[in-house]
């Protein structure tokens, strides 16, 4: 895995929490489950840049997994996108072997897997401090 994208998702992910904890973006319960479908809609893209298809297949089963994911932790428990974050992190990491996308960028995953995996952390803390009485 590529460590420079890697590292600017693992810087990212923590700037993006703190501007939307500084702006007031992550008072809406919206904000995290959003960024979860995007993600997942950008292997969609990056099958669109690739010639569509057959891609649009092979990514299919992952955007709806990871919409899902955020739909049902929005409207029930933002523990599940969470894990949903997480896990996409996880499914960037082993894309490559799931899924042959030629649209994906090579830097992409990494980037990725950093960004969701940290992103899922700054969620997890947002909400664990909110259970416990504490604000940051």
Same mark, same amino acid.
């Given at each position: 895995?590529?460590?420079?994208?890697?590292?600017?998702?693992?810087?990212?992910?923590?700037?993006?929490?703190?501007?939307? &904890? *500084?702006? $007031?973006?992550?008072?809406?319960?919206? =904000?995290?489950?959003?960024?979860? !479908? /995007?993600? @997942?809609? +950008?292997?969609?893209?990056?099958?669109?840049?690739?010639?569509?298809?057959?891609?649009?297949?092979?990514?299919?089963?992952?955007? &709806? *997994?990871? $919409?899902?994911?955020?739909?049902?932790? =929005?409207?029930?428990?933002?523990? !599940? /996108?969470? @894990?949903? +974050?997480?896990?996409?992190?996880?499914?960037?990491?082993?894309?490559?072997?799931?899924?042959?996308?030629?649209?994906?960028?090579?830097?992409?995953?990494?980037?990725?897997?950093?960004?969701?995996?940290?992103?899922?952390?700054?969620?997890?803390?947002?909400?664990?401090?909110?259970?416990?009485?504490?604000?940051?």
């Amino acid at each position: 895995m590529p460590v420079l994208p890697l590292l600017a998702g693992l810087t990212l992910a923590p700037g993006v929490a703190a501007f939307a &904890l *500084l702006v $007031g973006f992550d008072r809406d319960r919206s =904000f995290y489950p959003l960024q979860l !479908i /995007v993600f @997942a809609l +950008l292997y969609m893209l990056f099958a669109a840049i690739a010639g569509g298809g057959a891609l649009f297949l092979a990514e299919t089963p992952g955007m &709806l *997994l990871f $919409g899902a994911a955020a739909v049902i932790g =929005f409207r029930t428990s933002l523990w !599940i /996108v969470v @894990a949903g +974050l997480f896990g996409h992190g996880l499914f960037d990491a082993v894309h490559g072997a799931l899924i042959s996308n030629p649209g994906v960028p090579a830097w992409w995953p990494a980037f990725c897997a950093g960004y969701d995996v940290l992103a899922a952390a700054c969620l997890a803390l947002k909400i664990w401090r909110s259970q416990s009485g504490s604000t940051l």
